[in-house]
């Protein structure tokens, strides 16, 4: 190993949201910063690349939100409910059944706004109201919004990526990619730096603090079953391939305490036979499959298996992965008709390659997509005959529309009944890990009994604590933007 002793004020592990949130919140307070990553520049990102931007913050309107976000001329026709602070703790708190962290819940809705006004203000980040995910345009040219994640990166992940390069250039964050990092360095037990391998080999950079932005352990197939249990090492990578725990390793066998929920994770609907389907850059997210509350969704026996309108895509959609894994062959399908499918969300559902089964019967969907034709037929006719048509069926609000089977459907029952007849094939897309380091609300890494491990700080998907189950779309990011702001504000 070359020593080069080279030093700087802060380390920063990762170049995705979090990390680059702590940088910058360093670099404003004037310390050098060096991030380390471990991607080559075309591949890095972290999973932050690969999202559709969606940052979960109060606010109390449209009216709150316009002087910070891109002007459009839809915003004169666009109603949007303000999502208030007892909205994002109570919603943090209702699907993770009361399993996170409430203090952690409490600062994250306190600040994720000042978060991403600051990013915009001090450091140019762009936002935008999402439109195309988030809304869905009245036959008067209106739209309301719905499900509390209102606001996004311009340009979904790519943008956000890129606009955060621009920023740290701009404040003289030097990022080394292909840098992966195998270790910390502790000396007399605080964190005095890293080790890190790039294309000369292994070197050291010390430092005062280390930040870990590295992401949890989705990518590693390993600790996911080790965690998560079996069959998890055949769920599909959504994002970045980079995110292998390595560091949560590293940290715990050097003291750090584990937080949050280990054994769960965030997952979903993804496409199920394109062949390129994990960790692709091109298509990012588009691979995902989030309009089923306006259909039903069957196993290959033909069987319905969850509420596909439990309530808005938002609440729901972040644990239905874990469902179809359960099913046989780990596979279902999205069924729609006609009268559903021009409402789909169109940058998933026109997708280049889309996988896709179109018929002009269910019993001929059905052969077509491998389902088991009898069953699926009366699953479909039983599903039409116990909706209630004197309920108007609206996708902006919850409408109680329900179908009353097994599972019941609670709200936006379509009845499935207008050629042309279409399936979609999913399977179980894992996002990332909900388990992460113990850290102190700072992000100050912390050992199982609660002290201080002194110059390691942890933020984003690394720092525990937060999600368990499920999780509210959007908080991602939006942690990743508070705890990176925390950490580097203190490193
Ligand atoms: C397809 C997809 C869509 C999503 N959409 C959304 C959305 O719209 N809104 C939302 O809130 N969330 C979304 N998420 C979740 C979101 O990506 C995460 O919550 C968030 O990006 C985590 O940020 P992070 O900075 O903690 O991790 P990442 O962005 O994953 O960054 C981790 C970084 O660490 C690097 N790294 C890992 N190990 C090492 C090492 N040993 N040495 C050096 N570097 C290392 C990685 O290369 C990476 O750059 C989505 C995720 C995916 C995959």
Redesign the pocket.
């Known amino acids: 190993m070359t020593d080069t002793l080279e030093q700087t004020d802060v380390i920063v ?7 680059f949130s702590a940088a910058l919140a360093a670099r404003d307070r004037g310390r050098s910063v060096v991030m ?4 080559e520049r075309g591949s ?5 690349f ?6 979960r913050i109060v606010h109390s309107g449209l009216e709150s939100l316009v002087d910070w976000i891109e002007p459009d001329e839809r915003h004169a026709r666009s109603e949007v409910p303000p999502y208030t602070y007892e909205d994002y703790t109570g919603d943090l708190a209702r699907v993770t059944e009361g399993r996170g962290d409430t203090e952690m819940a409490h600062i994250l809705a306190t600040e994720a706004t000042d978060a991403l006004k600051w990013l915009h203000t001090a450091h140019g980040m762009r936002y935008r109201l999402m439109y195309e995910r988030q809304a869905y345009e009245n036959p008067d040219g209106s739209f309301l919004f719905w499900g509390g994640l209102h606001v ?1 990166n311009v340009d979904g992940g790519e943008g956000l990526f890129a606009d955060y390069v621009r920023a740290a250039a701009d404040a003289g964050v030097e990022v080394r990619y292909s ?3 195998t270790d910390l360095v502790l000396e007399d037990g605080r964190v005095a730096g890293v080790t ?1 391998v790039d294309d000369d080999g292994e070197k050291v950079l010390r430092a005062e603090s280390v930040v870990l ?3 949890g352990f989705e990518a590693n197939p390993r600790m996911r079953e080790t965690y998560l249990g079996q069959g998890w090492a055949n769920a599909k990578l ?3 391939p ?3 725990g ?2 949560l390793e590293r940290a715990i066998a050097h003291g750090a305490g584990r937080a949050g929920d280990w054994s769960s994770c ?1 997952s979903v609907a993804w496409d199920a036979w394109l062949e390129d389907n994990e960790s692709n850059r091109e298509l ?2 588009r691979l ?1 499959r989030q309009s089923y509350p306006l259909g039903i969704v069957v196993n290959v026996d033909g069987e319905r298996f969850v509420d596909e309108g439990a309530d808005f895509r938002n609440y729901t959609y972040a644990k239905y992965g874990k469902e179809i894994l359960k099913q046989p062959g780990s596979v279902a399908f999205q069924i729609f008709d006609a009268t559903t499918r021009p409402m789909l969300r169109p940058q998933e559902y026109e997708m280049p390659g889309v996988s896709e089964v179109v018929a002009d019967s269910v019993g001929e969907l059905a052969t077509k997509a491998g389902i088991d034709v009898e069953a699926f037929v009366r699953t479909v006719t039983e599903f039409n005959d116990s909706i209630d048509p004197s309920i108007e069926v609206d996708p902006n609000i919850k409408d109680g529309r329900r179908a009353d089977v097994m599972p019941p459907k609670s709200n936006w029952a379509f009845p499935i009944e207008t050629a042309p007849f279409y399936a979609y094939p999913v399977t179980c897309g894992i ?2 890990t909900f388990g992460g380091l113990k850290g102190d609300l700072e992000g100050r890494v912390l050992r199982e009994d609660g002290s201080v491990i002194d110059g390691l700080y942890a933020c ?3 720092l525990g604590g937060l999600f368990s189950g499920n999780y509210p ?6 942690a ?1 933007a508070v705890w990176g702001r925390r950490a580097g504000s203190l490193a």
């Open positions: 592990v990762g170049a995705g949201n979090a990390a380390l990553e471990s991607a890095a990102g972290g999973n932050s690969f999202t559709a931007g969606a940052t996004g840098s992966r990092v890190y932005a590295s992401g959504r994002g970045s980079e995110n292998t390595d560091l965030h990012t997210n995902t996002t990332f984003g998907e690394a779309g959007g908080s991602g990011l939006a990743g």
